[in-house]
C-alpha cells in the first residue's frame, strides 16, 4: 500500500474502522472509512486500478469483482460489507507470468478495443468458465448484460468467452 | 529479388492488438488509475442555470475548510483561453453543467465539502434549449457574435440548382431530424497536472497529445517547451474527448498549488461536460429525370451546437458531403446553419456530421426511387458517383492537393468501388427476394432496406515518425499519435516491418509523450492509416537504406546492391551476412526521421460502403429485431482483418443506439438534462447485439499505403438510413425523426391507419 496515498487525509476517526479482508489471496487488515466503496478500496488503497469506475452507480459494470466467487460490481459494496470476504479481481488471474485461459481468448480474439471495459467483463464471464454447465450464446450473453461496452466489441466479446469455453471443454 | 520475398508479409494478417494484453491483465494505466505523492483532487462546481452572469462568488468559508488547497473562480484565473469561445473559467455560464469554480483539497471528499461551502450569486438570464428558439429574432444571445455562428450558413454548391430543378420532371422533398448523441466513452474525461517549479508535465486521455499541449501552452500562457504531456491508455472517445477545460484547470491548479492536481469527472459531469453529437435538422430536395437521373440536390440543414462552437465548423462541413458527393449529379448545393442553444456543447464523435446528413439523403433517395417506381437498389446503381467523379470543372490549382471533402466536378477518385459494395451487399443480404418477401399472420412485418455512403478516405495533416535500431538488434517505432483503441499502432507496425523485412514482433512502438515523440496527426477523420501509415513505411525505407549503407563497411562490399534485410540481418545475395546485433555493436544505433504530407494532387481519397439489413417488426410492440446485417466496405487494402472486422462490427453496433435509443433529452424549462447516466440514458448492451457480417470489397488504393484507406469512421454512417429504410419496406411507414423507438413506430404505424 502506498502510504503517501492517506497520509493527508482529513482525520475521519468516527467512521474508520477495522477491517480483514482477502484480495486474490492476500489478507489483508485495514482500517478503512466506512463510507468507502470496494471500488475505492481497490484503486486507492490497495492500488489495484483493473477495475475502474465508469459510473459509480452500478450501472456500466467496469467495476466488476469477484466476492466470495459472486460476480458484484465493488462500486456498489460499502467497506462494511467486506469483512472476512474473499475477493478476486483481474489483477488475480494470471498466474506468475501465465495468463488465464480466459485473458489469452481476449486477446485471441480481439475481445477488447479501448480496453476500459475489458477487465469488468473477464471478471464478469469468470463464473462462466468455472461451471460445469454446457453454455448457449445466448446464455453467455445474459450472464454479461451488466456491462457495457462502449466500443460495441460485443462481437469480439462473445467470441472471446465462447473460445475460452470451448478450449477448456475440448482439455 | 525472389531471395528478399522470404519475409512473410505482416500486412494482411490478424497481427494480434500490440496492446491488449496489459488490457486483460488489468495492468494497463488510464489517466484515472495514475496516482502520485503529495497529489491533492480537485472538484468542479457546476451551474445550476442554464444561462446567468456570475456578479460574485464567495469562497471564503470553502479555502478556510480543512484540506483544502486552492480554490479558482473566474475571476482569480488568467486571462487565457481553451478554445476561442471558452476562457479557463468564464463570469458567463452557458448551460445546466458549465464551470463555476473548481476546488483543490486533499481527498476528494474535503473537494466536495468545500464545493458546498461556495457562495455564487448569480443573474439569471433568458435562455433556449432548441436551435428554432435560439434563431428567433427576440432571442437572448448567447455568445455576443449571436446565437447563428458566422451570422449565416456556410454554403457549398457546384453547378446551378435552379437549372437542375428546371430540368427536373419530379421533385422529391422532406424534412428529417437527428437526436443528440453522447458518445459517453467509459472512461470519463480525468487529468492528472504536475508543475515541478518550471515545467508542466500533463497526463490525460487525449487523440491528439501535441495539439493538447498547444492548448495548455496557449491557455496558460506558457512556452509549449515547458509543458510535456502524456497520453496513458484511452478509455476511449470515438473523437469526443478534446476541447474542454478539465486539463487546463488541473494544471492550473497545479501550478497554484505547488502540488500534482487529478481532477476525475464523474458519469453524469462526463455526460453535461462531455461533447455529444449534433442534433440535426435538415430539409432535403431532389430533382428527378423520368428515366432516374438527378438533376439536382439542394439540402438545408441547421445544427445545434449547445453552449459553445467546438469543432462544430467542422461538424457543419461534413455532414454536406453525402448531400454533394455521393450521387452523380451537376447541381448541387448544401447549406449548413450552426447554432448556439443553452444545452451541453457538441463536438467531434466518430464521423462527425456523416451520419446525419447520409440519414436524410438516404431515406429520401429511397422516396425517389419509390416515385420513380424504380428499385432503391437500381436507383443507386443508376446513379452512384463512380471512379471518374462528378462532373464540372476542377478548381484547385493543379499543383495542389485535392481535397478530401472536394465540391468541384473533374476529378476523378483513386479508387471507388462503391458498385462492387452494392453487387456484394445486394448477394450477401438476398436482395432478389426483397419483392417476394411473405409475412406470416400476425404482428411481425418483415423487411429489407440499405443505404450507401462516400466519406474522406485518409490524407490528413503533415504526420512524422521516427525508427530505430537499437542496441538490442531489435527496432522501436517512435510517433506522435494516440491509438485510442481502434489498434493504428498495430496496423503502423506491420507496415513499418514489411517496409524493413522483418517479422512485427521486432517493432515495438513508444509513443504518448510529447518530450519523445515527433509530431503527429490527431487521431481524427480516419487518418492514421493512411498519414501515420505513409510517414512509419517512409521511415522504415530510409532506415533500411541507412541499415544497407552501414553494414556494406562491414561486410566488406562496395555495392549496396544485392543488399537486403532479412529477421536475423543483413544478407548479400552472394551469401554474405551481419546480424543487426554486430551493425549497432560497430556502427552504433541507427535511426531515420521521415516527415509526410499524403494525398494526391490528380486523385479525390475517398472511402466507400453499402449496409443492407434484413428486419422484423412487431406492429403491436413497434419493436425492431435485426434478423441479419451486412456491411460492405471500400476501404481500400485491409492491413489487418480482425481488426477492422472488429471497427465495421463496432462501429455498427454504436450506431444502433443513434438509430434505435439514445438521445441526451434536455428540459426546456429549466435546461436540465434529464438523462445524465447510463441508467437513462439507454445504449446497446450485449443482448441489443446483432450479428453483422462485415465484406470488404476488392479494393487497392494507389495512393494508400500498402494499398490502404480509412476506415475509423466509415461504418457509423450508413446503420441509420439502412435500418429506417428496411421498416418502410416492412411497414409502409416511413420515420424521418431518429431514434427509431417502438414508440415513435407504433404513433406512425397509428398515423398510417
Known sequence: MDSHLTSDRVDMDDNETTTKFIVNGREYSLKIDNRYTLLDILRDHLRLTGAKKGCDLGECGACTVLLDGKVVNSCQILAARIKDKDIRTVEGLSQNETLHPLQLAFIENDGGQCGYCTPGFIMAAYPLFESEEELSTEEIKLSLAGNLCRCNAYGSIIDSVAYALEIKTNE | MSEQSTHTPAVGTSYIR??????????????????????????????????????????????????????????????????????????????????????????????KAAIDLIDVCYEVLPFSTNVHDSLNSASFPIHSEGNLVNGGPLIESRGSIKEGFDQADYVVEDSFTTPDHHPASLEPRAALASWDGTRLTVWKPSR????????????????????????????????????????????LLSIRTGRPVKLELDREEEFLAGRRRHSTYTEIKMGLKKDGTITAVHAKTIMDTGAYLSSGPGVVRRAGQGILYLYKCANVKYEGQLVYTNTPTAGSYRALGAPQGHFALESLSDKASEILNMDPLEFRFKNHVGPEGQPGERTTPRNQIIDTQPVEGGVPFSSNELRQCLKLGAEAIGWDRRDYIENAAGPIRRGIGMSMFIYRGGPGGQSNAEISLDQDGLFTLNVGFMDVGEGSSTVVIQM???????????????????DKTPESPMTAGSTLTFSAGHAAMQAAKDLKDAIINASLKLIGLGDSEGLYLTPNGVKSKCGESISFLDIVHNAGPIKTLASVTPGSKDYIVNSFGAHFAEIEVDTETGHIE???????????????????????????????????????????????????????HKSPTIMEYPEIEVIFADSIDPIGPFGAKSLGEPPCIAPAPTIANALYHATGVRINDLPLTPDSVLLAMKNLL
Open chain 2, 18 to 111: 500490440t496492446d491488449l494484453e496489459g488490457k486483460v491483465l488489468g495492468t494497463a494505466e488510464y489517466t484515472a488509475d495514475i496516482a502520485l505523492p503529495n497529489m491533492l483532487h480537485a472538484r468542479v462546481l457546476r451551474s445550476p442555470h442554464p444561462h446567468a452572469n456570475i456578479l460574485g462568488i464567495e469562497i471564503g468559508s470553502a479555502t478556510k475548510l480543512d484540506g483544502v488547497f486552492d480554490v479558482l473562480t473566474p475571476f482569480n484565473v488568467p486571462e487565457g483561453k481553451v478554445a476561442p469561445d471558452v476562457p479557463i473559467l468564464d463570469s458567463r455560464v452557458r448551460f445546466v453543467g458549465d464551470e463555476v469554480a473548481v476546488v483543490a483539497a486533499v481527498d476528494i471528499d474535503q473537494a
Open chain 2, 208 to 251: 491528439g497529445i501535441h495539439a493538447d499541449k498547444n492548448i495548455l501552452a496557449s491557455a496558460l500562457g506558457l512556452s509549449p517547451n515547458n509543458i510535456a504531456v502524456v497520453g496513458p491508455a484511452m478509455g476511449a472517445g470515438y473523437g469526443s474527448k478534446d476541447e474542454t477545460r478539465t486539463s487546463v484547470m488541473a494544471a
Open chain 2, 496 to 514: 513499418a516491418a514489411d517496409t524493413l523485412g522483418i517479422p512485427p514482433a521486432m517493432v515495438r512502438i513508444n509513443g504518448g509523450h510529447t
Open chain 2, 626 to 680: 435485426i434478423i441479419k446485417y451486412i456491411a460492405v466496405h471500400d476501404s481500400g487494402r485491409i492491413i489487418n482483418p480482425r481488426l477492422a472486422e472488429g471497427q465495421v462490427r463496432g462501429g455498427v453496433s454504436q450506431m444502433m443506439g443513434f438509430t434505435f435509443l439514445e438521445d441526451m433529452e434536455i428540459d426546456p424549462h429549466s435546461g436540465v438534462a434529464l438523462n445524465a447516466s447510463f441508467l437513462e
